[in-house]
């Protein structure tokens, strides 16, 4: 049983808040600086860079792809991994240096656009793609070492397990599949979904086999051991989560979903501990901030909020 | 299994109308009908009969004609692919013989269509038109009766085994060419008189009959229907040579072994009696196979255990390979038109219950003899047989193809009850050319 | 480490892909937006001032284009991974679609048209439905005004209503031009020109034909057609009537015996059909015979009425066969049939109290309002109480919600279970709504309540609320089969009278006034609406007697007619201008042999009434004639042990069979036949020949 961990949900300052609008493109992943300082979104304006707490604009950097889909820093915060594309055209990642927010290299390669990137450490990344496949990337070679097909539709959502050969993929063909890099096929796919799966997290925790969530259109999360296959629980919401982030060390796990709320789920308990509308729309992206115990929510009309989320028990 | 479906008749309402029509009193009306003149033949020497094998419930495109060795386990499915007698062309592993001989068969990896329900389904792939309220079209096998009258007394339009028909079979066409079924287990009863009843009294009976429905003005009423029937059956069972048409006794154990004998829904001794009926002048033969609808265990199509003569795959195999080389070795595969076909494909990814539901998007139809080039794949299905990738070929599309195999122009008009001229193919068809040899 | 940026360095770079924007959010803000300022499509219609919205204007473009038909994006699956709902059924799902899913990626709301939802249908980047969308249209001028507006799903206009003009026409000529033309009105109070958005689906092409450029309808053929008009969710028929040339007629001389035969013939009028002449005595009790009761009438009775000279005797004869044990049974039969009654085996005592309840309440004639009532309110012991073997005729709730649609609604919600109906005003929330109620009702051999019952809605994937078709949501804590027998029962409902009027039409004259019979819905509409509704107030006037309105319809001139047809009628097949020759159905044509024959058969399961060549060799030489005719104690055996004249037997065999006398001319033949051989297998073959007949094995 996990510390008790009733939520209040304190929803603070929003992005956007004077002007939201649905005319505003949605904000569809985010990501904070090592330090926390500030958090990096996208939509289709660009890269937007925001000060944290105070959700302050600092300015958007367009980049030359119409349609961003991932943000994702390196390890070391040094640069930042966008993905997107040119819709049913192409799909490239593009490096931004960090702090320089200067672009860097950029990849091409896939068929359409990139939904999804992750760093394996600080010059390698992997990225999935609307096209079916994996590629994983070298910053140093600057250039795809590695193809992985095997889903059957778009491939929406990746992680890596960090300290293993592994990493996890999933999308709209339902299914989860593990990949050991050195093999072309996948280890394992991993069938329970029946929606498409849009999102996977990493449970931060370092003993025992390595845990993972998935959230689906089947208005469920599931939990894993990939590395062995097996499923270990699910929960059934009441709409579809759409993102997910852990908080508070693997105890629980934020869900932002398609009818505008987060739901904070208990690991131990199965059970939803608070349910919050935060945004009129879908909740595309959360992330959990890596010191302060809030949360970022970023979705429809370019809104982005940050949700405290306070333990009743501490 | 019943199966409902969304916008048109359930199977029940099929059946009635095809009860109704079976007696000439249908809801077009009757007789009237003109046949088309078949206007300026496409081919020299045209197929002379057609036999259908119906898999009835949607065969798997999957897992039997075009399978995707390259694809991930859930879209590849259970069963393996292996190659055949054509290098570059693999089908599923279990139609062992039949790829030993695919240099005579030509397959269609691109049919496509939009009606994913048993009945509409049925009804388009077999009349090459989509249901329409507003008229019942006639199945291939109808048309084909109504234009060729066949050699012999024997009818031009049998189904052997019958079937659970979701398609009243003659459609707006007289009653007459509704096919004849043959019970399933392939005898025809009542052919032999009964007691005393001997030739002459069965001729006046006719007579008698005649006379009643002249007087009652039954006949004007329906000119063709019962009494075409009735014609029908007092040829059939004064023809000595008919009636041993379906006399399967009549073949040797080996022949009846080559087609398979058990299980697998019949579909052997189907195609031995279609044989039989070919080879007397039957201008149109189908043989109908059932329990393809695999919503779960596709694997079962696959042989279970060494002795195991039910399952669908090997069956299918054994009958398909024994027809077309039977055929081949009489001489007759040049002049009969085999078609192997279902109502639709199946979902390219497994479902939780290890089966496949209804998928019509893409599926696979086999042609061969009857002056099909054998040994070609005509288009092709997209990296998971989801849809159709190249040269898409509709219900309509093939239709118009097999009427023109059969020496039939698809465009030339067939005409209702009430004088509408309705095209033996529906307009905008495309004969597929590459088919022909 | 905080991060620091080098604003300078950034601005300067001007060929860097990459550019900053003040760091001010609003005055950022204002100079983003008017740095994106959109380059417009090419030729293009001026946009609209209004407000585009996405139910009413966006989704008829989608609808009109053909993207949410069955075989599109609107397939149960989608294509190519985006789906809408069928013909734009629900538009909140549809919004989703478009500017949500994937990332919001179908709509560039920065670049309007570089929206997916543009460059895929006009194939500027691969579609694999090929090009649709022409950029100069209007469509897609539509599409990228409301793209520009911010792609807004701002349901501040409902649409009221969908008017076409005209709705219903008799034309004066065939191939005359008519110009279709549509119009929508709007809860605000907004009125719109839509012909350009509503697709014409003539059902019968060949009959009606729809211009491709403007929506011009000509008929071709003479007779009743109709036309589907479709625009956003809406269907109407339009009825297109032209009548054939006829001679002028008398139509005031016709016979109105009751409402019936003044709608029936209003209409022929209006078409120039004439109707074909009244039946003789012998005809209509043969006809009324078998529709009532199933059965013919013995010869002794046949001669009877034929001599009866009471002006009232039809009359007479209606009431005494309604009030008869055969119409009991017989119309029990109809009930089993349709309610779906399946015998099981081991369940006997479920299947006898089954029955039994049908049958008394068919033979009393009890209210077909408390026998619905009955059967949904019904709980107990299948085993003594009959009617709760109604929840035993299916296996789920959504199968029961589908027959108790199809027959006391006359409806097929069935095609709501997976998106709404396409051709209706049924959703998915009617359906799984209507199931929900079902899934209350415990199954077992004890029907009860069972709160806790629930099906799942596949949408919300939750447990599906109840629901009263097209009606109230209800609460979970209601007496639940109890508002739906309320509802469905109340004198003003709008289908249950119609439905089951409309079924015992049916099985009296061969054909629906609406066809098939569950399948009544505003694009299927009557043949004779104002029949409809004035057999179905009648129906519930008369305390919803089915013998009242079966004696209605049997004692009217057009039931009456003649099954010949003339030159004007030989074609019509729907407006009761003759009456429709129809099979007798397998039970009672089997009864009829045996009536005739005089003797049962030892295994009447064995005869099955097939079609077409097998039931003719079947006839021809099997058992169940041949085995019969001349046995121990038939007819024709005791006709002949008794000695009597072939002209007599003859006779007789046609009062039993064919419910008349030979005409002299059959007469005659018949002796002639008789004279050539010997007489006992002359009779066998004769009474083989009538049986086999076509006046035999139909009703007509």
């Not at chain 2, 069956?315 to 081949?328: F, K, M, P, T, V």
């Not at chain 2, 001489?331 to 494909?345: K, N, P, Y």
Request: proline share 6%.
């Amino acid at each position: 049983m996990g510390s008790r961990f009733a939520v209040r949900v304190l929803v603070s300052v929003a992005y956007f808040a004077s002007m939201a609008s649905t005319a505003e493109p949605p904000i569809t992943a985010i990501d904070f600086t090592r330090e926390g300082h500030q958090l990096v979104g996208v939509s289709q304006r660009g890269l937007h860079l925001l000060q944290w707490p105070e959700l302050e604009v600092i300015g958007v950097v367009q980049l030359p792809i119409p349609n961003l889909h991932a943000v994702s820093f390196s390890p070391d915060g040094t640069r930042i991994a966008v993905g997107g594309g040119s819709p049913a055209e192409e799909g490239r990642v593009q490096v931004v240096s960090w702090p320089e927010a200067q672009p860097g290299q950029t990849l091409h390669g896939h068929h359409d656009s990139v939904r999804a990137v992750a760093w394996l450490d600080n010059s390698d990344l992997v990225s999935a793609s609307i096209d079916q496949s994996v590629k994983r990337w070298s910053l140093v070679q600057q250039a795809s070492v590695a193809t992985l097909r095997g889903h059957s539709k778009s491939v929406d959502a990746l992680c890596a397990l960090r300290g293993t050969n592994f990493i996890v993929t999933a999308g709209v063909d339902q299914s989860l599949r593990v990949w050991d890099f050195d093999a072309e096929e996948p280890l394992r796919s991993l069938n329970q979904h029946t929606g498409p799966v849009h999102a996977l997290a990493v449970r931060p925790v370092q003993e025992g086999l390595p845990i993972i969530a998935s959230a689906s259109s089947d208005f469920t999360i599931r939990f894993w051991q990939p590395t062995i296959g097996r499923m270990i629980r699910y929960i059934r919401l009441s709409a579809a989560p759409l993102a997910i982030t852990w908080i508070n060390g693997g105890s629980h796990l934020v869900a932002g979903c398609d009818d505008g709320h987060i739901r904070v789920i208990d690991y131990d308990r199965l059970t939803v501990e608070n349910d919050q509308d935060v945004m009129d729309g879908w909740v595309y992206a959360v992330k959990a901030h890596p010191f302060d115990g809030s949360v970022a929510a970023a979705g429809s009309g370019g809104t982005l909020r940050r949700v405290q989320l306070k333990s009743l028990d501490r | 299994m019943l199966s409902r479906c969304c916008d048109g008749f359930a199977r029940r309402d099929f059946v009635r109308v095809g009860a109704l029509t079976a007696f000439g009193l249908g809801s077009a009306s009757f007789g009237r009908m003109q046949r088309a003149r078949a206007q300026g033949l496409t081919r020299k020497h045209p197929a002379k009969s057609c036999i259908l094998i119906w898999l009835d419930g949607g065969p798997s495109h999957l897992d039997t004609f075009d399978p995707k060795p390259e694809a991930p386990s859930e879209v590849r499915g259970p069963l393996e692919a292996i190659r055949t007698n054509v290098a570059g062309i693999q089908i599923n592993e279990c139609l062992e013989q039949t790829s030993q001989m695919m240099d005579r068969l030509c397959l269609i990896r691109s049919m496509t269509s939009s009606l994913g329900e048993h009945n509409f389904g049925t009804h388009y792939l077999m009349t090459g038109y989509k249901p329409s309220p507003a008229l019942d079209y006639p199945t291939i096998g109808s048309t084909v009766a109504s234009l060729r009258q066949g050699s012999g007394v024997l009818p031009p339009f049998i189904s052997a085994p019958g079937f659970d028909a979701t398609v009243s079979g003659n459609g707006f066409l007289p009653a007459s060419f509704a096919p004849f079924v043959v019970g399933d287990d392939f005898r025809v009863r009542n052919l032999d008189f009964y007691n005393d009843v001997d030739l002459d009294r069965i001729h006046r009976r006719r007579e008698i009959v005649n006379a009643f429905d002249r007087f009652s003005k039954a006949q004007e009423a329906s000119p063709t229907a019962g009494d075409t029937d009735l014609a029908r059956a007092y040829d059939l069972i004064t023809s000595p040579d008919a009636k041993k048409a379906f006399d399967l006794s009549d073949e040797s154990t080996q022949t009846h072994q080559r087609y398979g004998r058990n299980g697998g829904n019949g579909l052997g001794q189907g195609c031995l009696l279609a044989r039989r009926l070919i080879e007397r002048g039957v201008p149109f033969v189908t043989v109908n196979g059932t329990g393809w609808d695999t919503h779960r265990n596709v694997i079962q199509l696959k042989k279970r255990f060494p002795s195991d003569q039910s399952a669908h795959l090997p069956s299918l195999d054994r009958a398909l390979s024994a027809l077309i080389g039977d055929l081949s070795d009489r001489g007759l595969l040049d002049e009969t038109l085999v078609i192997v076909m279902g109502e639709f494909g199946r979902t390219p990814k497994i479902n939780p219950a290890g089966g496949r539901d209804h998928w019509p998007n893409v599926f696979s139809v086999l042609l061969a003899g009857g002056g099909v080039r054998g040994g070609q794949v005509i288009g092709t299905s997209d990296a998971y047989g989801e849809f159709p990738k190249d040269n898409p070929v509709t219900p309509s599309d093939l239709s118009a193809t097999v009427f023109t195999l059969l020496g039939i122009d698809p465009t030339a008009e067939l005409h209702t009850g009430d004088g509408r001229p309705v095209r033996i193919a529906p307009d905008g068809a495309q004969v597929i050319e590459t088919v022909m040899g | 480490m905080t991060a620091k940026i080098d604003w300078q360095r950034l601005t300067r770079r001007s060929d860097c892909h990459a550019r900053y924007q003040s760091r001010y959010a609003v005055a950022w803000y204002v100079v983003l937006l008017g740095q994106l300022a959109v380059v417009p499509l090419k030729a293009q219609e001026s946009p609209p001032s209004r407000t585009i919205d996405f139910t009413n204007d966006v989704i008829p473009v989608l609808t009109k284009m053909g993207c949410n038909a069955g075989a599109c994006h609107g397939a149960a699956l989608g294509r190519g991974g985006f789906r809408l709902s069928l013909y734009g059924g629900d538009s909140g799902a549809d919004y989703d679609s478009i500017v949500r899913q994937v990332g919001g990626r179908r709509v560039n709301l920065v670049a309007p048209d570089e929206s997916l939802l543009l460059r895929k249908p006009a194939e500027l980047v691969e579609h694999g439905g090929g090009p649709v969308l022409d950029i100069d249209s209007n469509a897609a001028g539509t599409l990228v005004e409301w793209l520009r507006q911010g792609a807004l799903r701002d349901p501040h206009q409902q649409l009221d209503r969908f008017e076409v003009s005209p709705n219903s026409l008799v034309v004066g000529s065939l191939d005359d031009a008519i110009a279709l033309e549509a119009t929508a009105y709007f809860s605000d109070g907004a009125r719109r020109d839509v012909t350009q958005w509503t697709i014409f689906t003539p059902e019968d092409p060949s009959a009606v034909s729809i211009g491709e450029t403007a929506p011009i309808a000509r008929v071709h053929r003479a007779g009743r057609h109709v036309v589907v008009a479709r625009y956003s969710t809406e269907v109407v028929p339009i009825e297109l009537v032209a009548p054939r040339d006829a001679s002028p007629r008398q139509w005031a001389d016709e016979p109105r015996l009751n409402f019936i035969d003044v709608h029936v013939l209003e209409k022929l009028r209006v078409l120039e059909i004439s109707p074909s002449p009244l039946i003789h005595d012998g005809t209509y009790l043969r006809r009324v015979s078998i529709d009532l009761t199933g059965k013919l009438p013995s010869p002794e009775f046949v001669q009877r009425f034929l001599e009866d000279e009471d002006p009232d005797k039809r009359k007479k004869l209606v009431e005494l066969l309604l009030q008869s044990d055969e119409f009991t049974s017989h119309w029990e039969r109809h009930l089993e049939d349709w309610l779906h009654f399946r015998e099981h085996p081991g369940e006997e005592l479920a299947n006898k109290a089954y029955r039994d309840w049908l049958t008394e309440q068919v033979r009393r004639d009890a209210s077909y309002q408390l026998l619905a009532r009955e059967l949904i309110m019904a709980s107990g012991d299948r085993h003594v109480v009959g009617a709760a073997s109604f929840y035993d005729a299916t296996v789920g709730p959504r199968e029961q919600a589908e027959l108790f649609s199809e027959l006391f609604m006359g409806c097929r919600l069935r095609c709501a279970n997976c998106h709404n109906h396409p051709l209706d005003r049924w959703t998915q929330n009617d359906y799984h709504g209507l199931a929900a109620i079902f899934a209350k009702v415990d199954r077992g051999r004890v029907v009860s309540d069972d709160p806790d019952g629930v099906v799942i809605h596949p949408t919300t994937r939750r447990p599906a609320v109840a629901r009263i078709p097209g009606g109230d949501w209800l609460d979970g804590d209601e007496n639940v089969r109890q508002r739906l027998a309320d509802w469905l029962t109340d004198r003003d409902n709008p289908f249950f009278a119609k439905a089951i009027v409309n079924r015992l039409w049916k099985q009296t004259m061969g054909r629906g006034l609406v066809e098939p019979v569950d399948d009544f819905r505003s694009t299927n509409p009557a043949t004779h609406p104002r029949l409809l509704n004035r057999l179905a107030e009648d129906f519930v006037d008369n305390g919803y007697s089915l013998r009242h309105t079966l004696r209605r319809i049997v004692l009217s001139a057009t039931y009456a007619r003649s099954s010949d047809p003339n030159q004007t009628n030989q074609d019509d097949e729907v407006f009761y201008s003759h009456a429709m020759r129809r099979p007798l159905l397998p039970s009672v044509l089997l009864g009829a042999m045996t009536d005739v024959i005089g003797v049962a058969d030892s295994n009447a399961d064995r005869m099955m009434v097939t079609t077409g060549l097998t039931h003719q060799l079947s006839l021809i030489n099997g058992p169940i004639l041949n085995a019969r005719i001349a046995a121990k104690g038939s007819r024709l055996a005791d006709r002949l042990n008794a000695g009597q004249a072939i002209a007599e037997i003859v006779d007789e065999f046609y009062l039993a069979g064919l419910c008349r006398h030979p005409t002299d001319s059959e007469h005659d033949h018949w002796m002639k036949q008789a004279a050539q051989s010997d007489p006992q297998r002359f009779l066998e073959d004769f009474a083989w020949g009538l049986l086999s007949s076509q006046e035999f094995s139909t009703n007509h």
